[in-house]
């Protein structure tokens, strides 16, 4: 199969298939390649919207063959009317690998995630499972590109304000990460937010993965 259709054929599957839980809350951040057993994994990253300018990182580790977790934080500036608020953002995931390429045309993992954003009269919490579907191609004598799609399906509570609202949020995630070597790996990932009343419609996170 072409890398083209592999790509096609990973969004497709998530748009019209996913309702499963392997998504962190704040991006995708990673494929639905699991770490290895006793291994760990740290991230730093930059996230843009039109309203929404922020910093945070990732720990992840994995103490069992096909699972591994991880932890998210940071802090994050929100434009509300005429003036900024700080945001500070905390969350955690658990992904499960549930195929690999050759059982399907590409890895799959299946999990579920929480996030909790908190600031002046803003508090958003969101909890869920996620899916993430990828498929790794070889870059070079150590490299490899990993395109990547994910999507949540998030019970989510907000409150802005006096104003306090419940819903369902859909986030999908379509990105890549490029590993140019073991021990360091660059990503791209652009955040579609879908019947979400707090973020906005579109997002962009880029940073570096540091397996170690």
Request: glycine share 16%; hydrophobic share 45%.
């Amino acid at each position: 199969m072409s890398r083209f259709l592999a790509g096609v054929c990973v969004t497709l599957l998530l748009l019209v298939g996913a309702r499963g839980a392997g998504a962190q809350a704040f991006g995708q951040l990673t494929g639905a390649e699991v770490l290895p057993v006793s291994s760990h994994m740290f991230g730093g990253y930059l996230n843009a919207s039109d309203h929404l300018l922020g910093l945070f990182a990732q720990l992840r580790m994995s103490f069992y063959p096909g699972i591994d977790f991880g932890f998210q934080g940071g802090v994050t500036r929100v434009e509300m009317g005429d003036s900024d608020v700080s945001v500070i953002r905390v969350g955690g995931d658990l992904k499960v690998q549930v195929a690999k390429v050759g059982s399907l045309p590409f890895d799959l993992s299946l999990g579920g995630a929480l996030g909790i954003e908190t600031g002046d009269d803003i508090s958003v919490f969101g909890i869920g499972p996620t899916a993430v579907a990828s498929r790794s191609f070889s870059m070079g004598a150590n490299g490899a590109l990993v395109p990547y799609a994910g999507i949540g399906l998030l019970v989510q509570q907000t409150e802005l304000g006096s104003e306090d609202d419940s819903g369902v949020s859909v986030p999908l995630r379509l990105g890549s990460e490029f590993r140019f070597s073991p021990e360091f790996r660059m990503l791209l990932e652009f955040d579609f937010f879908l019947n979400d009343d707090f973020h906005d419609d579109v997002g962009l996170v880029t940073g570096v993965n540091l397996p170690f």
